[in-house]
């Protein structure tokens, strides 16, 4: 069982730049994904970032490719999201989400693949 807890949220302007922060209160395994999914009002549950925990592989949504970076920091079982030259239509809730079982290792863009998800951070940018 693995609780995930995002931080780092808040108002931003356009440009602006935002690190999102996902701690992971259990240990996270070699065999693990941790991801990134945002949801705006009135819109699905959309992908953005994806990293491997072992080998630390990395995937992202085309529309935030050159302007956001996932990382992880093993010792502290923590994933960031580092958010640069942000723009109106990044603004949604950010959810972290962890699979320790492999499920999402082929496919870190599809939501049911993650188990264990956390509570959301909301990220606004004005223009």
């Known amino acids: 069982q693995v609780q995930l807890v995002e931080s780092g949220g808040g108002l931003l302007q356009a440009g602006d730049s935002l690190r999102l922060s996902c701690a992971a209160s259990g240990r996270i395994f070699g065999s693990a994904t941790m991801g990134w999914f945002r949801q705006a009002p009135g819109k699905e549950r959309e992908f953005v970032a994806a990293?491997?925990?072992?080998?630390?592989?990395?995937d992202y949504a085309d529309s935030v490719k050159d302007r956001f970076t996932i990382s992880r920091d093993n010792a502290k079982n923590t994933v960031y999201l580092q958010m640069n030259n942000l723009k109106p239509e990044d603004t949604a809730v950010y959810y972290c989400a962890a699979d320790l079982v492999g499920n999402a290792y082929y496919r870190t863009t599809y939501a049911p693949a993650y188990a264990y998800w956390g509570q959301g951070t909301q990220v606004t940018v004005s223009s």
């Open positions: 990293i491997r925990w072992s080998g630390g592989s990395l």
